[in-house]
């Protein structure tokens, strides 16, 4: 279980301290919990606390009770922690094959590391030993990305907008992914988000905007008043949540 | 007779645990240590200064010489000139490299002057390998020249790798291609301490139909220094591309200078060079997969210069 208790987070701008994260409070015990709410409501900063790549200016992080406020980044993944970043990162030399058996911790066969791509929708024989390189394109890169995650099966797995870049096709089996991912290793999926499909599927919804919690419940708790809420007021969102 | 030390050389630089298969010369603190040839490979030694002709058969397929040096004696200083003569037609493996174990105070150096000539349609791929160990003071000095001359339709990759333990190189590579020859570099090098690695390549592309692919990567770490320059010269109907990529760490310092020359409006000739530190992105990356920083920065590393 993921407790976040009073997080805030403020960066330096060109005026001034600038809060990101404000006064958040949220229990993660789900299966899934969807992370949703407009651009630059502190959605990324706040899965990025999580994971340990920013540090929270007050409050605590409790991960299964223990306190990993001032864990780093290794020392949270070595907890079971796992971060799909939303712009996957390039690596000149390092091989799909290498990523993938990284990410597992272990040593795996090629098979192993073709049914990771497999799940992602990538033809695996086409990959596994290419760079993670730029030949590769963003979508491609983003199944990686995802793939990595799979191959970590930690309890608590963090994705960043996995739906960006994909393709339609990949994207109705991202859902199939999600499942598959918890069915295997369960623990708590925690996905930020702006596509109702995945909303849908998320057993606790949480809106965060202008750094915080503005609303959280179930789908059916949350949903229609969101999708009401931003057809009326914020035609971009409307735009993003299909 | 070989020792331990020796021994371990061998095994950096030419991956060697026993007596290699096949053709080979092992040249050990300036002296001849072991050879064999084969029915088509031969291996003279030179009467007018030192080193060795290696005579490789017309035709000759699937076979390979392994002709590694290594020093352990502090300030051995030597040049030996190696002059390969490949017959048409052959396709063959040539392993070289040369490894220093320096216990002394002296310099210890190895001067190796290369010379390849690759006959019609030949085929060659040439793996060297630079290594230097020991807790001596005294430097590891490597400063192999490769002279290549390529006959029409030859083609020749050449492999060569300096990881560790060289406290100054220079390393000279010429090359002349006839038509529809090809020639690909790849070099690999990590600099560490104060240690020095300058690269020069000039490759002319005389011949129609000839190409050349100069592929650099390398890691400056510490205080450091490297310097990479390369020409390729299109003087026909031909493709060149150079890279050059390294990663700088510390207070190391790189210098990248790349040059093509079109001699000929049908020469199509691309040159790149980037240098820059390791990502912090990166770092994050492989830390968010349970590596701690040290194994992010060596995992990116090694992946680099794999």
Redesign the interface.
């Known amino acids: 279980m993921l407790e976040l208790r009073n997080i805030s987070f403020s960066a330096d701008t060109e005026n001034g301290t600038k809060g990101i994260l404000k006064n958040v409070n949220l229990t993660v015990d789900e299966r899934f919990v969807a992370i949703t709410g407009p651009n630059g409501g502190g959605k990324s900063t706040l899965a990025k606390v999580i994971?340990g790549?920013l540090t929270p200016t007050e409050g605590q992080i409790l991960l299964d009770g223990e306190d990993i406020t001032n864990l780093?980044?290794?020392e949270r993944?070595?907890r079971g922690?796992?971060?799909a970043?939303q712009q996957?990162?390039r690596?000149?030399?390092?091989?799909v094959k290498?990523l993938i058996t990284?990410?597992a911790?272990k040593k795996i066969g090629v098979s192993e590391a073709c049914e990771y791509l497999s799940e992602v929708g990538l033809c695996a024989r086409d990959y596994i030993n290419r760079e993670v390189n730029a030949s590769l394109s963003g979508g491609e890169l983003k199944r990686i990305e995802i793939a990595?995650v799979l191959a970590?099966g930690t309890k608590l797995s963090l994705f960043d907008e996995p739906e960006a870049g994909i393709d339609l096709w990949s994207f109705n089996n991202l859902i199939k992914v999600f499942e598959n991912l918890y069915a295997k290793k369960g623990g708590s999926i925690f996905i930020i988000s702006h596509q109702e499909r995945i909303l849908n599927i998320a057993d606790k919804i949480v809106v965060v905007a202008n750094g915080e919690i503005s609303r959280t419940g179930t789908k059916d708790e949350v949903l229609p008043a969101l999708l009401g809420k931003a057809n009326a007021a914020c035609p971009t969102l409307s735009d993003k949540v299909i | 007779m070989i020792d331990e030390i020796q021994k371990n050389l061998l095994r950096e630089i030419a991956d060697l645990h026993a007596v290699p298969e096949g053709a080979y010369n092992i040249r050990a603190n300036g002296e001849k240590a072991g050879r064999a040839t084969t029915e088509n490979i031969d291996i003279v030694t030179k009467e007018d200064k030192q080193g060795i002709d290696i005579i490789i058969k017309p035709f000759t397929k699937n076979e390979s010489v392994h002709i590694p040096v290594i020093i352990s004696e502090s300030g051995l200083k030597e040049v030996v000139y190696n002059d390969f003569h490949i017959g048409e037609g052959a396709n063959v493996v040539i392993i070289a490299g040369c490894g220093i174990h320096n216990c002394g105070t002296q310099t210890a150096e190895h001067s190796g002057i290369h010379t390849f000539y690759i006959g019609k349609n030949a085929n060659v791929r040439y793996v060297e390998k630079h290594y230097g160990d020991g807790d001596g003071t005294g430097e590891n000095i490597m400063n192999p020249t490769t002279e290549i001359y390529m006959e029409e339709g030859s083609r020749m990759e050449m492999e060569t790798t300096q990881i560790k333990g060289v406290s100054s190189t220079v390393r000279n590579t010429t090359a002349k291609l006839a038509a529809g020859a090809n020639l690909v570099v790849k070099e690999k090098i990590m600099t560490h301490g104060t240690q020095l690695a300058e690269t020069n390549f000039v490759v002319d592309l005389d011949g129609d139909g000839s190409g050349t692919n100069l592929i650099s990567r390398s890691v400056a770490k510490d205080r450091s220094h490297q310097i990479f320059r390369s020409n390729i010269r299109g003087n026909a109907k031909c493709h060149g591309h150079t890279e050059c990529d390294a990663i700088i760490m510390d207070e190391a310092t790189v210098a990248a200078i790349p040059e093509i020359t079109a001699n000929s409006i049908e020469a199509s000739l691309i040159h790149e060079a980037a240098i820059g530190k390791i990502a912090g992105e990166q770092i994050i990356k492989l830390m968010t997969l349970g590596l701690d920083e040290k194994e992010a920065e060596e995992q990116i590393i090694s992946g680099f210069l794999k």
Do not use: W
Request: charged share 15%; aromatic share 12%.
């Open positions: 994971a790549i780093s980044i290794t993944a070595r922690v796992s971060f970043f996957p990162v690596f000149k030399g390092i091989t290498d990284l990410a911790g990595t970590r």
